[in-house]
């Protein structure tokens, strides 16, 4: 005698489909995460940033080997976007990437949870790598004498290693 298996998987695929219409992938680098420092270090190169010159740190960069003209009362640090850049260069990819998981989700090889984790990391290693290329504006030559590298965007790897997702 044989036995006829239910194999009408609809709920499993309707819950799929809900979990993938109301997911959001954030990426990035989270203060909870990563820490205030690494936060505001990742802020000042996506965006650039003015610092304004204090007495000390004038004695401190004197001391160091870069003497500031008295008529200077902001260090400017560029904009380096390594987030924005990466997702305004790789658009298409990225667009192509979650087709192909999505694609996937509703033949019903991978689950919801798999797409988003995959799509997930595929960002996060694509800022990193993006992050790794960046060349332009390139450091100070004081910046490259104290890092000990030309790198604009790696000095202890903190920053490119705080780089990660989360989906709500």
């Not at 204090?54 to 960069?61: A, E, K, N, S």
Request: charged content about 25%.
């Amino acid at each position: 005698m044989s036995r006829v298996q239910e194999t009408n998987n609809m709920d499993k695929w309707l819950q799929n489909m809900e979990k993938l219409e109301n997911a959001t992938i954030e990426v990035g680098i989270f203060g909870d995460d990563a820490g205030d420092e690494i936060v505001l270090r990742a802020t000042v190169n996506e965006f650039g940033a003015n610092i304004a010159v204090t007495d000390d740190m004038r004695d401190y960069l004197a001391a160091t080997g870069l003497p500031l003209s008295p008529k200077t009362k902001y260090i400017r640090i560029p904009e380096r976007s390594f987030i924005r850049g990466y997702f305004d260069n790789e658009e298409r990819e990225i667009y192509r990437t979650a087709m192909d998981l999505i694609h996937k989700v509703v033949q019903m090889e991978i689950t919801a949870e798999e797409c988003l984790d995959l799509l997930g990391q595929t960002m996060v290693s694509g800022i990193q790598r993006f992050l790794t290329q960046v060349k332009s504006p390139p450091n100070h030559p004081y910046t490259i004498a104290m890092k000990k590298s030309s790198n604009p965007l790696i000095d202890t790897s903190q920053m490119r290693n705080s780089i990660t997702y989360r989906i709500k």
